[in-house]
């Protein structure tokens, strides 16, 4: 169910409210996809895609409580907010080692992803849970590399 959100003056912002459910994490991107084209924000889809699809199946499987899925323009970047009613805040974890003819636990690599794509991300409590959000801003444009000039063969 889509909520409105935002007042006049205020940056544009998009909020969906989703069950616990394994389908929530599309549900998410597709809002994630269509804020992007709509806002011409393109080169930030995939990455806010995978963050937002992380954040929300973090809520599922953690906090099994109603979610609310918020995306606000931040400037030239995107401000992905998921809330929940579970007041456990996340914490990083380390990757496990690899040791041999022991099965690696994959386990954790979720905001692992969130931190290398997010330029920051972090988590409040709120009065019913808490709210994990991330701030993802376009990469600066990459200069062109010097081109290089032939050199003389002696």
């Known amino acids: 169910m889509m909520i409105p959100s935002g007042t006049p003056g205020e940056p544009p912002c998009r909020t969906v409210a989703l069950a616990p459910d394994p389908d929530a994490a599309s549900l998410a991107r597709t809002l994630v996809a269509d804020v992007c084209m709509v806002w011409q924000l393109s080169g ?5 895609r995978r963050v937002m699809s992380e954040l929300v199946l973090n809520a ?10 918020t ?31 022991v099965p690696l636990d994959e386990r954790g690599r979720g905001l692992q992803l969130v931190q290398a794509a997010a330029t920051r991300w972090g988590a409040d409590r709120t009065p019913t ?26």
């Open 129 to 154: 849970g808490k709210t994990v959000w991330a701030v993802l801003l376009p990469e600066p444009a990459r200069r062109p590399l010097p081109a290089i000039s032939a050199m003389p063969v002696p």
């Open 60 to 69: 599922v499987e953690h906090a099994a409580t109603a979610l609310v899925v």
């Open 71 to 101: 995306v606000t323009r931040h400037g030239d970047g995107l401000h992905l907010a998921v809330s929940d009613g579970d007041p456990r805040l996340p914490r990083l974890r380390m990757m496990a080692r690899v040791r041999r003819g």
């Open 44 to 48: 930030l889809l995939h990455p806010a």
